[in-house]
């Protein structure tokens, strides 16, 4: 079946403006994570959703994201009011049920905010 | 919470020789421990996982990773080296009680012909 899938691949905008990234997670895939990878650094946890529970938002940087997801499907990522600090490549991973089951990562979103 | 260490951010073996990836991690109790690699233009793929039992884990393209709990390491193994291993690997750990794993910042694998 298909893997993870996220759009758009890459996004320019401008410093100030708002940005929504969209993640379709394996189906069948009950949990779904964003992480965000700046320039040479590792994966820094953003929020987790597992099935209908209420999502762990403790990763988020700052009350400028927001993440939703509808059901068992597509999450959208948004970050309001974008600032340069922003700018990184945010990765959506699903897994089945837990995240200590193998995480599959979509190919994600390069975000370069000027 | 838990966090992790590569002490390495660049390493170059010769393709054929060995090859180890070391990983730390600090965590008050018994982490569950991934490889993931992530191959250029590509996402990132599990490697391997330990959770419990067996303190060597094999895992896909002839990687192994070895949990000392005395040392607080991962780290990841190869035998031999192809060119085809280069790519950017990253340790990460998990823990039972919260939904937060935390990556390390990533070792970049050249292989020399």
């Known amino acids: 079946g298909a893997g993870v899938s996220q759009s758009p691949s890459n996004k320019v905008t401008e410093k100030g403006k708002d940005v929504e990234l969209r993640c379709d997670p394996i189906s069948g895939h009950t949990a779904l994570y964003w992480y965000r990878q700046r320039l040479g650094q590792g994966l820094e946890f953003l929020i987790y959703?597992?099935?209908?529970?209420?999502?762990?938002k403790s990763g988020l940087p700052s009350d400028r994201f927001s993440a939703e997801r509808t059901g068992e499907s597509v999450s959208t990522l948004t970050i309001q009011r974008t600032q340069q600090e922003d700018s990184a490549v945010y990765l959506c991973?699903?897994?089945?049920?837990?995240?200590?089951?193998?995480?599959?990562f979509g190919p994600g979103t390069r975000l370069t905010v000027l | 919470a838990q966090s992790v260490t590569q002490p390495d951010i660049h390493i170059t073996v010769s393709e054929g020789a060995s090859l180890e990836l070391r990983c730390n991690y600090s965590?008050?109790?018994?982490?569950?421990l991934f490889w993931y690699v992530q191959s250029p233009g590509q996402g990132l793929q599990l490697l391997l996982k330990?959770?419990?039992?067996?303190?060597l884990v094999q895992g896909i393209k002839g990687f192994e990773a070895e949990f000392k709990r005395s040392q607080s390491s991962f780290n990841l193994r190869k035998p031999s080296v192809h060119w085809s291993d280069a790519a950017e690997y990253f340790c990460a750990v998990g823990a039972y009680n919260n939904n937060d794993m935390r990556f390390g910042a990533g070792t970049r694998l050249t292989v020399k012909p």
């Open positions: 330990y959770f419990s039992g067996d303190t």
């Open positions: 965590y008050g109790a018994t982490p569950y």
């Open positions: 959703f597992q099935g209908n529970s209420a999502p762990d």
């Open positions: 991973a699903s897994s089945l049920e837990f995240y200590y089951n193998e995480q599959f």
